[in-house]
């Protein structure tokens, strides 16, 4: 059974930083895309950005754009988020996720296959 690990989360004032990494394990698979998501309390599951295999693409929602940085290998199935300039409404449980079909649209959450634990990152005013 495939395992997304995350790690990574954390407390952190506001204006600060925090790195968090999610890898693969148990059963190899190809990955179309491989994202984070997260989901605030009291509020829905909402897209963070996405890397895409094809093209390397990249997509953020408007809300990190500049602050918030993907990256990986699809290859190896490895995806990092990189988050400067943290806000007190970037509050939420980050979840990492791989597509292992052509989906097309990752920055849907119904397009994923895989998903990690979650992450708790909490920032301070």
């Known amino acids: ?3 997304l690990v995350e790690s990574g989360g954390g407390l952190v004032q506001a204006g600060g930083s925090l790195r968090l990494s999610c890898a693969a394990a148990g059963p190899s698979f190809t990955s179309f895309a491989m994202g984070w998501f997260r989901r605030a309390p009291g509020k829905e599951r909402e897209f963070v950005a996405t890397m895409e295999r094809t093209g390397g693409i990249l997509y953020y929602a408007d809300s990190v754009k ?6 990986g290998d699809n290859a190896k199935n490895t995806v990092y988020l990189q988050m400067n300039s943290l806000k007190p409404e970037d509050t939420a449980v980050y979840f990492c996720a791989a597509a292992a079909n052509d989906y097309r649209d990752y920055r849907t959450f119904w397009n994923y296959d895989y998903w990690g634990q979650g992450t708790q990152v909490t920032v301070s005013s």
């Open 1 to 3: 059974q495939v395992q």
């Open 66 to 71: 500049g602050r918030f940085t993907i990256s």
